[in-house]
Nanobody
């Protein structure tokens, strides 16, 4: 499966952004999709993940209550709605695909998109 993340940009603190992860291939429904982020000098951080059918979701502690992940298997797309953005949310956001549900472990994800930059100004 090939993944392409989009929707990043520059926003002020408190604003919202919606990221999209578009997948190619007819096997999209088999995959768990996760979002990770990485900012300079920091380790990659788990953001959110959604099960293959969309019934199970998991969030990183730093985004709980502010971000929401969803998927549309008919369009092979996963959306990450990000509200109440903070400067510390600034990072490159990556979507990734896995066949197993171990959502916060990046090593489980075998396929990665190219990343989209989110910058939140104070």
């Amino acid at each position: 499966v090939q993944l392409q993340a989009s929707g990043g940009g520059l926003v002020q603190a408190g604003a919202s952004l919606r990221l999209a992860c578009a997948a190619s291939g007819r096997t999209f429904i088999k995959y768990v999709i996760g979002w990770f982020r990485q900012s300079p000098g920091k380790e990659r951080e788990f953001v959110a993940a959604i099960g293959s059918r969309g019934g199970t979701v998991h969030y990183g502690d730093s985004v709980k209550g502010r971000f929401a992940i969803s998927r549309d298997n008919t369009k092979s797309t996963v959306t990450l709605q990000m509200d109440s953005l903070k400067p510390e949310d600034t990072a490159v956001y990556y979507c990734a695909a896995a066949l197993s549900w171990v959502p916060s472990r990046p090593e489980v994800y075998g396929y990665w998109g190219q990343g989209t930059l989110v910058t939140v100004s104070s």
